[in-house]
């Protein structure tokens, strides 16, 4: 693997991993296919223009000719799919939008895999298809059980992945990851939601009574795993990435509130979101075989995306102040609250 497409590569992950592989390996080439759409960022890939061994194409997975074009123009021997449409919440607004991107477009990079006989294809998935998981945890076996517009598009790619890996013999792996948080992560999703709206002095809109339970992990240790797998993981084969250890929403919040020295008043209980799922677990022995293992505690992980906030405002104070994410932000949220 020398020459690799990483799709989604401006978004939050994408990008993380994009300067995880500059950094770690000199003899890598990266191209970037991202249709930067409201997610999309060029400012995630910032200070990379004139690196000889990154180029950023701008370009839709679904768009079967723009996909071929890059393969050929590029000479690429590597797929990492990271687009996707990613937030359960706008899924359960716009679900047509994900089944676009996250079923049809994950169809067009494996054809283009098959046309080209790239060496792997690694497709970014999440611990959300195997749905609510309330009791123990789940391994790469457990049935699918998707509850939202959004899992049910991911689990959708990643059985196209299988069937294409089965019936193709494209050399096709799988993560799913638990919750990521860290740098570059857009600010509708909750943790940089929260970061960002304390740092103002605005409520917080915490779901229900917060005991939902999530495994956080910061992104950098997920590109470390996905990487792993890249490199040793089996094709055909699936492997979960998280911690191993979960946290309720509530205490995700209060930790947040007072790493900035904010007072607990600020969470505002909002109604529920409908299915929303209390509880994800993963048990990642599978990709600990391989030899990885998440570097960083909750509380680390968190302190350190907090801090990254607080220092680069000027990378989400113009995301938020733009008139795309108060449009979301108000049909979100309005008229939600739960009063004492």
Not at 287 to 298: D, E, I, K, M
Request: one cysteine or more; proline letters at 4%.
């Amino acid at each position: 693997m020398r020459n690799l497409l990483i799709t989604g590569g401006a978004g939050f992950i994408g990008s993380n991993f994009v300067h995880l592989v500059l950094e770690e390996y000199p003899d890598y080439r990266v191209v970037v296919l991202d249709k930067l759409t409201y997610a999309g960022n060029l400012d995630n890939l910032k200070g990379l223009d004139g690196n000889p061994r990154y180029a950023f194409v701008r370009g839709d997975i679904c768009d079967a000719g723009a996909v071929e074009r890059v393969m050929q123009d590029h000479e690429i021997d590597t797929i990492v799919n990271f687009a996707a449409e990613s937030h359960v919440d706008r899924s359960l607004m716009e679900p047509g939008a994900f089944i676009q991107t996250d079923v049809f477009g994950t169809y067009v990079l494996l054809e283009a895999a098959k046309k080209f006989q790239v060496e792997r294809y690694h497709q970014v998935s999440t611990d959300e298809v195997y749905g609510e998981v309330l009791e123990n945890r789940s391994t790469e076996e457990d049935r699918l059980h998707t509850r939202s517009p959004y899992s049910a598009s991911k689990a959708g790619g990643d059985l196209m992945c299988l069937a294409y890996h089965t019936s193709f013999d494209v050399p096709v792996t799988i993560t799913r990851g638990s919750n990521n948080i860290g740098p570059y992560q857009y600010p509708e999703k909750v943790v940089p939601l929260f970061i960002t709206n304390a740092i103002d002095d605005i409520r917080l809109p915490l779901y229900g009574d917060g005991s939902q339970m999530r495994d956080y992990q910061y992104v950098r240790d997920h590109c470390e795993g996905i990487d792993t797998v890249l490199r040793r993981g089996r094709p055909g084969e699936l492997y979960n990435l998280g911690t191993g250890v979960e946290t309720r929403n509530l205490h995700m919040a209060r930790l947040i509130l007072k790493l900035l020295g904010k007072p607990e008043s600020l969470v505002q209980p909002v109604a529920d979101r409908p299915g929303h799922d209390r509880r994800y677990a993963l048990d990642c022995s599978k990709v600990q075989a391989l030899g990885w293992r998440s570097r960083h505690s909750f509380e680390e992980a968190l302190e350190k995306t907090v801090r990254w906030y607080v220092d680069h405002e000027w990378w989400w104070r113009k995301i938020k102040s733009g008139a795309h994410y108060q449009e979301y932000y108000t049909r979100q949220y309005n008229g939600r609250e739960i009063q004492p």
